[in-house]
Protein backbone atom coordinates (compact mmCIF):
# COMPACT_ATOMS: atom_id res chain seq x y z
CA UNK A 1 0.00 0.00 0.00
CA UNK A 2 1.56 3.49 -0.76
CA UNK A 3 1.81 6.50 0.89
CA UNK A 4 -1.70 8.07 -1.18
CA UNK A 5 -4.10 5.13 -0.43
CA UNK A 6 -7.26 6.38 0.74
CA UNK A 7 -6.99 3.10 3.24
CA UNK A 8 -4.42 5.55 5.31
CA UNK A 9 -5.25 7.50 8.04
CA UNK A 10 -4.40 11.36 7.38
CA UNK A 11 -1.60 11.04 10.71
CA UNK A 12 -0.24 8.19 8.38
CA UNK A 13 -0.51 9.90 5.71
CA UNK A 14 1.46 12.68 7.12
CA UNK A 15 3.85 10.85 8.74
CA UNK A 16 4.91 9.34 5.26
CA UNK A 17 5.14 12.23 3.60
CA UNK A 18 7.76 13.65 5.70
CA UNK A 19 9.68 10.52 6.60
CA UNK A 20 10.23 10.40 2.35
CA UNK A 21 11.41 13.61 2.68
CA UNK A 22 13.81 12.43 5.54
CA UNK A 23 15.26 9.74 3.42
CA UNK A 24 15.34 11.33 0.30
CA UNK A 25 17.10 14.48 2.09
CA UNK A 26 14.88 17.24 1.40
CA UNK A 27 14.63 17.30 4.67
CA UNK A 28 18.49 16.66 6.46
CA UNK A 29 19.10 14.65 9.55
CA UNK A 30 19.21 17.17 12.59
CA UNK A 31 16.77 19.81 10.54
CA UNK A 32 14.31 20.85 12.84
CA UNK A 33 10.78 20.11 11.36
CA UNK A 34 8.17 23.04 10.67
CA UNK A 35 6.40 24.33 13.56
CA UNK A 36 3.30 22.21 14.08
CA UNK A 37 1.06 25.65 12.83
CA UNK A 38 2.73 25.29 9.59
CA UNK A 39 2.60 21.71 9.29
CA UNK A 40 -1.65 22.04 10.06
CA UNK A 41 -1.14 24.52 7.52
CA UNK A 42 0.59 22.00 4.83
CA UNK A 43 -1.51 19.33 5.45
CA UNK A 44 -4.79 20.87 5.56
CA UNK A 45 -4.91 18.90 8.88
CA UNK A 46 -5.69 19.10 12.64
CA UNK A 47 -2.96 19.86 15.30
CA UNK A 48 -3.91 16.22 17.26
CA UNK A 49 -3.55 15.10 14.00
CA UNK A 50 -0.27 16.24 13.21
CA UNK A 51 0.73 15.45 16.47
CA UNK A 52 -0.21 11.75 16.73
CA UNK A 53 1.83 11.80 12.83
CA UNK A 54 4.92 13.07 15.02
CA UNK A 55 4.65 10.98 17.47
CA UNK A 56 4.56 7.96 14.94
CA UNK A 57 7.68 9.04 13.20
CA UNK A 58 9.12 9.36 16.96
CA UNK A 59 8.45 5.60 16.78
CA UNK A 60 9.87 4.75 13.94
CA UNK A 61 13.13 6.54 14.67
CA UNK A 62 12.57 9.51 12.47
CA UNK A 63 11.92 12.12 14.88
CA UNK A 64 14.44 13.33 17.88
CA UNK A 65 12.21 15.40 19.87
CA UNK A 66 14.53 15.49 23.23
CA UNK A 67 16.09 18.65 25.18
CA UNK A 68 13.10 20.63 25.50
CA UNK A 69 13.94 21.48 21.94
CA UNK A 70 11.66 21.52 18.87
CA UNK A 71 11.38 18.30 16.59
CA UNK A 72 14.19 17.22 14.62
CA UNK A 73 14.70 14.82 11.25
CA UNK A 74 16.35 11.88 12.46
CA UNK A 75 17.52 8.31 10.95
CA UNK A 76 16.71 4.90 12.91
CA UNK A 77 19.36 2.96 14.32
CA UNK A 78 19.00 -0.37 15.80
CA UNK A 79 19.23 1.16 19.20
CA UNK A 80 16.23 3.52 18.76
CA UNK A 81 13.92 0.84 17.11
CA UNK A 82 14.66 -1.37 19.99
CA UNK A 83 14.11 1.29 22.74
CA UNK A 84 10.80 2.53 20.77
CA UNK A 85 9.46 -0.46 21.37
CA UNK A 86 10.42 -1.57 25.02
CA UNK A 87 7.61 0.59 26.58
CA UNK A 88 5.07 -1.62 24.68
CA UNK A 89 6.54 -4.83 25.35
CA UNK A 90 7.61 -3.73 29.02
CA UNK A 91 3.59 -3.24 29.41
CA UNK A 92 3.61 -6.74 28.93
CA UNK A 93 5.74 -7.93 31.76
CA UNK A 94 2.74 -6.49 34.28
CA UNK A 95 1.03 -9.19 33.21
CA UNK A 96 1.61 -12.75 34.67
CA UNK A 97 0.88 -14.27 31.00
CA UNK A 98 3.16 -11.41 29.25
CA UNK A 99 5.81 -12.64 31.42
CA UNK A 100 5.95 -16.10 31.27
CA UNK A 101 5.77 -15.81 27.41
CA UNK A 102 8.95 -13.69 27.57
CA UNK A 103 10.48 -16.10 30.11
CA UNK A 104 10.30 -18.65 27.23
CA UNK A 105 11.53 -16.55 24.39
CA UNK A 106 14.68 -15.85 27.04
CA UNK A 107 15.16 -19.74 27.59
CA UNK A 108 15.09 -20.37 23.93
CA UNK A 109 17.52 -16.92 23.17
CA UNK A 110 19.60 -17.93 26.19
CA UNK A 111 20.26 -21.86 25.31
CA UNK A 112 20.87 -20.50 21.82
CA UNK A 113 23.75 -18.53 23.53
CA UNK A 114 25.35 -21.36 25.64
CA UNK A 115 25.62 -23.36 22.80
CA UNK A 116 27.91 -20.77 20.74
CA UNK A 117 29.63 -19.77 23.92
CA UNK A 118 30.59 -23.39 24.36
CA UNK A 119 31.57 -23.74 20.50
CA UNK A 120 33.33 -20.34 20.17
CA UNK A 121 33.89 -18.48 23.59
CA UNK A 122 37.05 -17.50 23.76
CA UNK A 123 39.97 -17.09 26.67
CA UNK A 124 38.78 -13.62 27.64
CA UNK A 125 35.12 -13.81 27.22
CA UNK A 126 35.16 -17.02 29.12
CA UNK A 127 37.38 -15.50 31.87
CA UNK A 128 34.67 -12.50 32.05
CA UNK A 129 31.89 -15.28 32.68
CA UNK A 130 34.23 -16.85 35.47
CA UNK A 131 34.38 -13.37 37.41
CA UNK A 132 30.55 -12.80 36.66
CA UNK A 133 30.35 -16.46 38.33
CA UNK A 134 32.36 -15.53 41.12
CA UNK A 135 30.37 -12.55 42.10
CA UNK A 136 27.16 -14.54 42.15
CA UNK A 137 28.62 -16.92 44.38
CA UNK A 138 29.42 -14.14 46.66
CA UNK A 139 26.06 -12.41 46.50
CA UNK A 140 24.27 -16.37 47.54
CA UNK A 141 21.88 -14.94 49.94
CA UNK A 142 22.23 -11.12 49.69
CA UNK A 143 19.94 -8.74 47.68
CA UNK A 144 22.64 -8.35 45.65
CA UNK A 145 22.20 -11.98 44.24
CA UNK A 146 19.76 -10.61 41.14
CA UNK A 147 22.28 -8.16 39.65
CA UNK A 148 25.03 -11.02 39.88
CA UNK A 149 22.56 -13.24 38.38
CA UNK A 150 21.53 -10.92 35.41
CA UNK A 151 25.55 -10.06 34.97
CA UNK A 152 26.46 -14.13 34.87
CA UNK A 153 23.98 -14.04 31.81
CA UNK A 154 24.74 -10.62 30.24
CA UNK A 155 28.48 -12.05 29.89
CA UNK A 156 27.58 -15.48 28.57
CA UNK A 157 25.03 -13.67 25.88
CA UNK A 158 27.63 -10.91 25.24
CA UNK A 159 29.91 -14.15 23.72
CA UNK A 160 27.79 -14.58 20.74
CA UNK A 161 28.80 -10.99 19.54
CA UNK A 162 25.22 -10.09 18.53
CA UNK A 163 24.08 -6.65 19.37
CA UNK A 164 20.40 -6.96 18.74
CA UNK A 165 20.24 -10.19 21.52
CA UNK A 166 22.50 -8.15 23.60
CA UNK A 167 20.31 -4.97 23.66
CA UNK A 168 17.20 -6.80 24.40
CA UNK A 169 18.43 -8.90 27.04
CA UNK A 170 19.69 -4.97 28.86
CA UNK A 171 16.47 -4.29 28.33
CA UNK A 172 14.45 -6.66 29.80
CA UNK A 173 16.52 -9.43 31.70
CA UNK A 174 16.50 -6.99 35.15
CA UNK A 175 12.60 -6.78 34.55
CA UNK A 176 11.95 -10.25 34.54
CA UNK A 177 13.94 -11.15 37.55
CA UNK A 178 12.61 -8.19 39.45
CA UNK A 179 9.21 -9.22 38.89
CA UNK A 180 9.73 -12.85 39.48
CA UNK A 181 7.32 -14.77 41.93
CA UNK A 182 8.84 -14.85 45.38
CA UNK A 183 10.28 -18.38 46.37
CA UNK A 184 9.98 -20.10 50.27
CA UNK A 185 13.70 -20.35 50.69
CA UNK A 186 15.48 -17.62 48.84
CA UNK A 187 18.70 -18.55 49.76
CA UNK A 188 18.37 -22.54 48.85
CA UNK A 189 17.29 -20.98 45.34
CA UNK A 190 20.34 -18.93 45.19
CA UNK A 191 22.52 -22.01 45.49
CA UNK A 192 20.61 -23.90 43.49
CA UNK A 193 20.96 -20.99 40.80
CA UNK A 194 24.74 -20.89 41.36
CA UNK A 195 25.28 -24.28 41.22
CA UNK A 196 23.60 -24.30 37.19
CA UNK A 197 25.56 -21.20 36.48
CA UNK A 198 28.66 -23.20 37.55
CA UNK A 199 27.51 -26.22 35.19
CA UNK A 200 26.93 -23.61 32.78
CA UNK A 201 30.53 -22.34 33.03
CA UNK A 202 32.58 -25.20 33.44
CA UNK A 203 30.58 -26.99 29.82
CA UNK A 204 31.98 -23.30 28.19
CA UNK A 205 34.83 -23.60 29.56
CA UNK A 206 35.26 -27.44 28.63
CA UNK A 207 33.61 -26.51 24.88
CA UNK A 208 30.54 -29.47 26.04
CA UNK A 209 28.01 -28.03 24.07
CA UNK A 210 25.36 -30.53 24.62
CA UNK A 211 25.82 -30.04 28.88
CA UNK A 212 25.98 -26.47 28.31
CA UNK A 213 22.70 -26.03 26.32
CA UNK A 214 20.82 -28.74 28.40
CA UNK A 215 21.59 -26.96 31.66
CA UNK A 216 20.76 -23.84 30.05
CA UNK A 217 17.46 -25.05 29.05
CA UNK A 218 16.41 -26.66 32.54
CA UNK A 219 17.79 -23.40 34.44
CA UNK A 220 15.60 -21.14 32.49
CA UNK A 221 12.66 -23.66 32.16
CA UNK A 222 12.30 -23.64 35.94
CA UNK A 223 11.60 -19.42 35.49
CA UNK A 224 9.02 -20.30 33.10
CA UNK A 225 6.96 -22.74 34.55
CA UNK A 226 7.43 -20.38 37.72
CA UNK A 227 5.28 -17.85 35.35
CA UNK A 228 3.45 -19.52 33.93
CA UNK A 229 2.11 -21.57 36.97
CA UNK A 230 1.85 -17.51 38.67
CA UNK A 231 -0.08 -16.84 35.31
CA UNK A 232 -2.74 -19.64 35.69
CA UNK A 233 -3.68 -18.37 39.54
CA UNK A 234 -4.00 -15.23 38.63
CA UNK A 235 -6.35 -15.96 35.75
CA UNK A 236 -9.44 -16.45 37.75
CA UNK A 237 -9.28 -13.16 38.92
CA UNK A 238 -9.57 -11.24 35.76
CA UNK A 239 -13.22 -13.10 35.32
CA UNK A 240 -14.92 -11.86 38.29
Request: hydrophobic share 40%.
Amino acid sequence: MDSTSPALRMSDLIANRLIASIRSGELPQGQPLPPERELCERFDASRPTVREALAQMQMRGFLDSGGGRRPRASRPSLQAILHSAAGNIRDLMGDAEGGAHLEQMRQFIETGAAREAAMRGDRIQIARLQDALALNETAIGTSDFADTDIAFHRALVSIVGNPVILTLHDMFVSDLLAQRPPVKDPVRHDRMAHDEHRAIYEAVLNGDVLTATDVMDHHLARSYRARLSAARQDAPSKTE
